[in-house]
């Protein structure tokens, strides 16, 4: 079935640098969407992104859509102690119904 | 209101035990699903209910039996689990289509099978 991988997997960064995670996948996506976990929580829903190259962003935070629609990235400029949490890409699969969830990247944040 | 709540929060079961859990939801949602999480892995999509119909079965073994009674609750039953089902379970609703909004997940039930 269709995947979307994530890199990295993890990322430790300094408080103040910037961080970006990946989302690849090997088929065309109609949109994707972005969550993030914080440690013990529940994903929360930050975004959907729809159109070829679209651009997006919340605060220190900008999401990017591939201009094949085949990939996404999520940058935090720098970064906070509450960025801390695994972000999650999410694409809908299996002729749309189905909201698919990518590997994650954990991000842990020190001071 | 602007939440999922899910009950128990923790739930410990014995193998031959039946239990369940439930899920609310009172924003209109007339998408809900269930979703199981293992430490450090993403969520695994279980079962869709639109419309308060099964729309989905993710192959999901039958010792997980989902049941939808109305609009604004959704419940799983347990039935003879095994310790490889220990995990979080979550509850998501959204508008109905391909959840343009995103998903609204509830705080989930930490399940330990002994």
């Known amino acids: 079935g269709q995947q979307v991988m994530q890199i990295p997997q993890y990322q430790h960064v300094q408080e103040g640098e910037d961080f970006t995670t990946y989302c690849n996948s090997s088929?065309?996506?109609?949109?994707i969407q972005w969550y993030k976990q914080r440690p013990g929580g529940h994903p929360v829903f930050l975004i959907q992104?729809?159109?070829?190259?679209e651009v997006k962003k919340q605060k220190r935070l900008t999401f990017q859509f591939g201009e094949a629609k085949k990939n996404s990235s999520l940058h935090i400029t720098a970064t906070q102690t509450t960025d801390v949490g695994t972000y999650f890409c999410a694409a809908f699969t299996g002729g749309g119904n189905k909201l698919t969830f990518g590997t994650g990247t954990q991000l842990k944040v020190e001071l | 209101d602007t939440e999922v709540t899910q009950t128990p929060k923790h739930l410990v079961m014995g193998m031959t035990n039946k239990k369940s859990l439930k899920c609310e939801q009172h924003m209109g949602h007339r998408a809900m699903y269930w979703y199981k999480q293992k430490a450090k892995k993403p969520p695994e999509l279980m079962f869709v209910?639109?419309?308060?119909?099964?729309?989905i079965n993710e192959s999901v073994p039958s010792r997980f039996s989902p049941e939808c009674p109305n609009s604004s609750l959704l419940n799983l039953h347990l039935h003879a689990l095994q310790p490889e089902d220990s995990a979080l379970y979550l509850c998501?609703?959204?508008?109905?289509?391909?959840?343009?909004?995103?998903?609204?997940f509830g705080s989930g039930t930490r399940l330990t099978v002994v």
């Open positions: 992104l729809v159109k070829s190259g």
């Open positions: 209910y639109s419309y308060e119909k099964l729309s």
């Open positions: 088929t065309t996506l109609s949109n």
């Open positions: 998501a609703s959204s508008l109905l289509g391909q959840g343009a909004y995103g998903y609204t």
